[in-house]
């Protein structure tokens, strides 16, 4: 034992060569395809930038994300990108990455403090009308919703929800929200609440889920109860998009998330030959529908 | 002469087991990454594992008495929530910061004595078993956090209890200090104190210690009043941390974290047998282990599994031992 010790400790104080310079990226969670497809983005532009891209998951735990940023600052890379879990609780992070002058870029979601060279994100509220108009148009100004609400307190499914909301009641006053659950951007959950609602709820003409997990569970709920209701969703994942064009769900608010990861690094590269902006610079992504007019 | 020095040497790999893991993993950290010696680095460790530390040296004693606790991660939301309205209810009342600080901690304290309290007379007066009471109050406590906090978060609207959660008194985290200053009251406590054997031999056998006269009920439930006064502590320390509290986001998956500490430090999950510096140094091997991970860059989605091997390592040397 104690010559196993011995070994590795010399072997320790030796120590590898340090590694070149690199970009880190904190995701709030690997777990969904939005954020997995933001991270392949990201990759594909460090890629083409020459630059080490080190991705961490903070698995949606805000005191995980913290320790990854603070692991980040100490692996000395020279921009940090954080899509942060919490506004708040990812203050003190980004305040170390800055007392250590490593700049911070935001992406998707905002951070309430310290200081931020960009915030690269889609605007939520917009997607959130988006979809509304979209629904009000389909049911003809009047019908009966229901509203699938991603993990209470996030940024995304309040912005969301306010838009959509807000559109609704503003130019589309026939149709009424009769449901509103959360199933915390869960594609299981997405499905058991939809079935639950099928029960309470006889009439029901549409659904908006805020994201497309949600939505695809409740695509799976609705075929099993043979009634015909259309789905909105929002992200434009993979399998959202192939649903869409299978006529599942009615439309999906593609929110690039690619184009998201492939603008933090070109930002985080370009921060590595110039210097920050002097206060946060937003940078917007453009929103889209994805529909398919050949559905009925 | 022979079976005395194995019975010997076996006391000393019990003891010395999880702090040679450590050891071991903590040089070949070292080899992986250029980084991790760095004394800021090791700093970094030391406060990041110090929130489920100090939660993990309370869960020891209910582990040692037989017990579990699953509810503690919610608790920790549902205390710190209450802390924080606390603290800014005080900020508003005109009260001095220093007050104001005071308050919350106090009321931290209070609240975390007052929920585990509530867990062990659920257990030990409702006779429940206590898998099922803390699931169910694990479920409790988070609600009330959402409902209080309307599923966002407790934001602090004082200066001095934000910079105290970033201090670092003679170059340490405030954190780390409290962790082993616990750490040092909470081993003394159950090494040399009555209540300490007292919850050792309910553990070991509930009945035979019913007999010896012992009040296992009693015994029961100050571990529980336990593990919620070191929630307490805990949950103020994570609200200074992040100068906030999320209803939804603080505290996640802290109950097994923290029990899994206890494990690798080599507590019997069995109950009856464990060491509370065991438990710091098992706070502190998954804290060594997340670091090392994202120092030597491995998928993230290969990390749990990591975890999962050292775990199940931990329980099947303890197998072997017994």
Same mark, same amino acid.
């Given at each position: 034992?104690?010559?196993?010790?011995?070994?590795?400790t010399?072997?320790?104080?030796a120590g590898p060569?340090?590694?070149?310079d690199?970009?880190g990226l904190?995701?709030?969670?690997?777990?969904n395809?939005?954020?997995?497809t933001?991270?392949?983005?990201?990759k594909?532009?460090?890629?083409?930038?020459g630059?080490?891209?080190v991705v961490?998951? +903070?698995?949606d735990?805000v005191? #995980?994300q913290v320790? !990854?940023?603070?692991?980040?600052?100490?692996?000395?890379v020279? %921009? &940090?990108?954080?899509?942060?879990?919490d506004?708040?609780a990812?203050?003190?992070?980004?305040e170390?990455a800055?007392a250590?002058?490593?700049?911070v870029?935001?992406?998707?979601?905002?951070?309430?403090g310290?200081?931020?060279?960009y915030?690269?994100?889609?605007d939520?509220?917009?997607?959130?009308?988006l979809?509304a108009d979209?629904l009000?148009k389909?049911?003809?100004?009047?019908g009966?919703?229901v509203?699938?609400?991603?993990i209470?307190?996030?940024? +995304?499914?309040r912005?969301?929800g #306010?838009?959509f909301n !807000?559109?609704l009641?503003?130019?589309c006053k026939?149709?009424? %929200? &009769?449901?509103?659950q959360t199933a915390?951007f869960d594609?299981?959950?997405g499905?058991?609440?939809?079935?639950?609602?099928?029960q309470?709820?006889?009439a029901?003409?549409a659904?908006?889920?805020?994201n497309?997990?949600?939505?695809?569970?409740?695509v799976?709920?609705?075929?099993a109860?043979?009634?015909p209701?259309?789905v909105v969703?929002?992200?434009?994942?993979?399998?959202a998009?192939k649903?869409?064009?299978?006529?599942k769900?009615?439309?999906t608010? +593609?929110?690039?998330?690619?184009?998201?990861?492939?603008?933090a690094?070109?930002k985080?590269?370009?921060l590595l030959?110039?210097?920050?902006?002097?206060?946060?610079?937003f940078?917007?992504?453009?929103?889209?529908l994805?529909?398919?007019?050949?559905?009925? | 002469?022979?079976?005395?020095?194995?019975?010997f040497r076996?006391?000393?790999k019990?003891?010395y087991a999880?702090?040679?893991?450590?050891a071991?993993?903590?040089?070949?950290?070292?080899?992986?990454?250029?980084?991790f010696?760095?004394?800021?680095n090791?700093?970094?460790?030391?406060r990041?594992v110090?929130?489920t530390?100090?939660?993990?040296?309370?869960?020891t004693f209910?582990?040692?008495?037989g017990?579990i606790?699953?509810?503690v991660?919610?608790?920790?939301?549902?205390?710190?929530?209450l802390?924080v309205?606390t603290?800014?209810?005080?900020v508003?009342a005109?009260?001095p910061?220093w007050?104001?600080?005071?308050?919350?901690v106090?009321?931290a304290?209070?609240?975390?004595?007052?929920?585990g309290l509530?867990?062990?007379?659920l257990?030990?007066?409702?006779r429940?078993?206590?898998?099922?009471?803390?699931l169910?109050?694990?479920a409790l406590f988070r609600?009330?956090?959402?409902?209080?906090?309307?599923a966002g978060e407790f934001?602090s609207?004082?200066?001095v209890?934000?910079?105290l959660?970033s201090?670092?008194?003679?170059?340490?985290?405030?954190?780390?200090?409290i962790?082993?200053?616990?750490?040092?009251?909470?081993?003394?406590v159950?090494?040399?104190?009555r209540y300490?054997r007292?919850?050792?031999?309910?553990?070991?056998?509930?009945?035979?210690a019913?007999?010896?006269?012992?009040d296992?009920d009693?015994t029961?439930?100050?571990a529980?009043?336990l593990v919620?006064?070191?929630?307490?502590?805990?949950?103020?320390?994570?609200?200074?941390?992040?100068?906030?509290v999320?209803?939804?986001?603080?505290g996640?998956?802290?109950?097994l974290?923290a029990i899994a500490?206890v494990?690798i430090g080599?507590?019997?999950?069995?109950?009856?047998?464990g060491?509370v510096w065991g438990?710091?140094?098992g706070a502190?091997t998954?804290?060594?282990?997340?670091?090392?991970?994202n120092m030597?860059g491995?998928?993230?989605y290969l990390q749990?599994?990591?975890?999962?091997?050292?775990?199940i390592?931990?329980?099947f040397i303890?197998?072997?031992?017994?």
């Open positions: 034992m104690s010559r196993v010790l011995v070994v590795l010399s072997l320790a104080l060569a340090l590694a070149k690199a970009i904190s995701v709030s969670t690997l777990n395809p939005f954020f997995v933001l991270r392949d983005g990201a594909a532009a460090a890629a083409k930038a630059v080490d891209l961490l998951d +903070a698995q735990k005191d #995980k320790a !990854d940023i603070e692991d980040l600052v100490q692996r000395k020279k %921009v &940090v990108l954080v899509n942060p879990t506004a708040a990812v203050v003190p992070a980004i170390r800055n250590a002058k490593i700049p870029i935001t992406v998707d979601r905002a951070a309430s310290g200081k931020v060279a915030h690269i994100a889609s939520n509220v917009a997607g959130g009308k979809a979209f009000c389909l049911l003809g100004g009047k009966n919703v509203e699938l609400e991603g209470p307190g996030s940024s +995304a499914a912005d969301r #306010k838009g !807000d559109e009641k503003a130019r026939g149709v009424t %929200v &009769v449901a509103r915390n594609r299981g959950q499905l058991s609440v939809m079935e639950n609602v099928l309470a709820q006889r029901i003409d659904v908006f889920a805020h497309d997990e949600m939505a695809l569970g409740a799976q709920a609705i075929q109860s043979g009634r209701i259309k969703g929002f992200d434009a994942t993979d399998d998009v649903a869409v064009n299978a006529c769900m009615a439309a608010v +593609a929110q690039q998330p690619a184009e998201m990861g492939r603008l690094v070109e985080a590269a370009a030959k110039g210097t920050a902006p002097a206060k946060t610079e940078i917007p992504v453009a929103l889209k994805v529909s398919n007019a050949s559905c009925k | 002469m022979n079976a005395v020095l194995q019975g076996r006391i000393e019990e003891r999880a702090f040679a893991a450590l071991i993993l903590s040089i070949l950290s070292a080899i992986l990454s250029p980084f010696l760095q004394p800021q090791l700093l970094n460790i030391v990041q110090s929130y530390g100090i939660i993990a040296l309370g869960m209910v582990i040692v008495s017990g606790d699953l509810s991660g919610s608790m920790a939301a549902f205390v710190g929530s802390a309205i603290l800014n209810a005080s508003n005109g009260l910061e007050v104001a600080v005071a308050a919350a106090v009321c304290v209070l609240v975390g004595v007052a929920c509530a867990n062990g007379v257990v030990t007066k409702g429940i078993a206590p898998f099922i009471v803390t169910g109050t694990m609600s009330l956090s959402l409902y209080m906090g309307n934001r609207e004082s200066m209890f934000g910079e959660g201090s670092a008194p003679l170059g340490v985290p405030l954190p780390a200090f962790l082993i200053g616990l750490a040092g009251a909470l081993s003394f159950f090494t040399r104190t300490g007292y919850v050792r031999a309910v553990g070991s056998n509930a009945r035979v019913r007999y010896s006269a012992i296992v009693t029961r439930l100050l529980y009043a919620g006064l070191m929630v307490g502590v805990s949950a103020v320390l994570i609200a200074m941390r992040f100068n906030s999320g209803s939804s986001t603080v996640i998956n802290y109950e974290d500490a494990i080599g507590t019997s999950m069995a109950g009856g047998r060491t438990t710091v140094v502190i998954l804290g060594v282990i997340n670091n090392m991970l030597v491995i998928s993230p749990g599994t990591v975890k999962g091997l050292v775990i390592g931990a329980v303890q197998r072997q031992r017994q």
